[in-house]
């Protein structure tokens, strides 16, 4: 029974952390393709603000 907590656990996880990438994604193509302020695509697309810059900071280093 345990490793079904488990395994119930860890795709609940996964679920979440998808969604927090999708919104991260979402709100980078906010700011790039229609140059909102990264505070209103963070606030948009319910991404947290700090990964959303974090993101942002790895892509125009490129």
Same mark, same amino acid.
């Given at each position: 029974?345990?490793?079904?907590? *488990?395994?119930?656990?860890?795709?609940? @996880?996964?679920?979440?952390?998808? /969604? =927090?990438? =999708?919104?991260?994604?979402?709100?980078?193509?906010?700011? *790039?393709?229609?140059?909102?302020? &990264?505070?209103?695509?963070? =606030?948009?697309? @319910?991404? &947290?603000?700090?990964?959303?810059?974090?993101?942002?900071? /790895?892509?125009?280093? =490129?």
């Amino acid at each position: 029974m345990e490793w079904e907590r *488990q395994r119930t656990y860890d795709f609940e @996880n996964g679920i979440e952390t998808g /969604k =927090k990438t =999708k919104a991260i994604d979402d709100a980078l193509l906010l700011i *790039q393709k229609y140059k909102v302020s &990264p505070e209103e695509a963070a =606030k948009d697309m @319910n991404a &947290p603000l700090e990964l959303v810059l974090e993101e942002l900071e /790895k892509t125009s280093e =490129k």
